[in-house]
């Protein structure tokens, strides 16, 4: 394995209570795929054990499709504030604002009163009252929002990758502290994954989530190992524009 790289983080930071905005920061372990892993090292060593956490993020049930021909679909969420709380808990790194969980509050009575917009882990919020955002700029928009607040999510694609034991994948993934999935960071020139994305409407780029391995849905430091482990043999990623 090479290019294996760890930056310090601290705990998660919540911006509002009201509205559970949840600022994760930079990934706190990162790893080069470009060869392929017996383990997953830090600098040249074994990487340290999890801290325990009280929560771990949700991760929806998902029905992959092995290929696409569109990009995501977009939606739109309405509701009124006044008051309350939104009833989500959301993610930024870097330009991506992700949805973590939906908790209780506004938006669950928005997705039962509409179940073919209902908002999902994994919906990235791409405009707040109209005015488009990304990343840490969303997060701030939701907590100082009052009243009528409406959101434009995108709802991302499924890809289900075979994978090919003992070759390259070709991309560099890094773990999300209590994120959600594990963050396609770079998409290099060679590679199982390059490959696959070779004449495809719909490919796997940086800022794309890893959500499964092997068919198993985990938590992001779960899953980190998972994809560096030398026994990865399908990848189930959402796709965002």
Sequence with gaps: MTGAAVVAVGRPVIVSPE??????????KGVDLGDVPSAVEVQGKAAPPEQPVAAKPE?????????????????????????????????????????????????????????????????????????????AQAADKLAQSAGKVELLLERPQELRI???????????????????????????QDGQIPSFNKDKQLAVRPSDRIVAVNGKQASSSELFEMVAASSCQELLVYTYS
């Excluded at 509205?19 to 706190?28: A, D, I, N, W, Y």
């Excluded at 969420?77 to 992700?98: A, F, H, M, T, W």
């Excluded at 070709?170 to 594990?182: A, D, P, R, T």
Aim: aromatic share 4%; hydrophobic share 40%.
């Design 19 to 28: 509205t559970q905005v949840v600022k994760l920061g930079e990934s706190p």
């Design 59 to 135: 991760v929806p049930a998902v029905q992959p499709i092995a290929e696409a021909t569109a990009r995501s679909a977009s939606f739109t969420c309405s509701v009124d504030k006044n008051g309350q709380p939104l009833g989500i808990r959301v993610e930024y790194v870097r330009d991506k604002c992700i949805v973590l969980a939906v908790t209780s509050g506004l938006i669950p009575a928005w997705n039962n009163a509409n179940p073919d917009k209902a908002v999902r882990p994994g919906d990235c919020i791409s405009q707040v009252n109209g005015e488009a955002v990304s990343g």
């Design 162 to 188: 075979p994978i090919q034991v003992g070759e390259v994948l070709g991309i560099k993934v890094s773990e999300l502290l209590e994120g959600f999935g594990v963050e396609v960071t770079e998409v290099k």
